[in-house]
């Protein structure tokens, strides 16, 4: 709900954008639907487990911007698929986020608690698109040294091998 609180506030800088809303709960689909009566921003949501694997990387591929947003976290996995797939990532600080992205360079990270810092990272994000683009090209390559799966398979069997 705070990141679409957030949202809202930039509604008149999001002319011409969708925000799509996935694995949404009760609570966030209800203020979706209050968001939706109040108007000015084009709100797409899908409940939670409606998207195949598949088409949620689609989904993720066709954003600009993506926002995890947790409390209490490890690696967010949304996080790195988004960034595989091109979005540029704003992550709750509540993960281990800072260990996949430089600050301000190829992703941004706010304190959970504070809309204010949301609403500004949100603001830097969709209206810079170089910014944007940059971070696709870097994201690209951490997630493809990091997180692919030969890469994971390799430390696995490290890991395991040496018990």
Known sequence: VDVLRALYSLRGKLSGYTV???SAGLVTRTYVCYLRLKGGLDL???KKHALSHAE???LL???EVFVGAS???GISTS???AMSQGAFPIQSSSSCADEWFDQGVSGLTYDYRSGEEL???LSSALHDGKLR???RRVNLATVQRGYALEVNKEIARGFYGSA
């Open 44 to 46: 797409r949501i899908f």
């Open 61 to 63: 591929r066709e954003s």
């Open 56 to 58: 949620m990387l689609d």
């Open 119 to 121: 609403r500004n990272a």
């Open 79 to 81: 996080m790195l698929e």
């Open 20 to 22: 799509k809303v996935f």
């Open 71 to 73: 409390t209490s976290d």
């Open 133 to 135: 683009l940059a971070a």
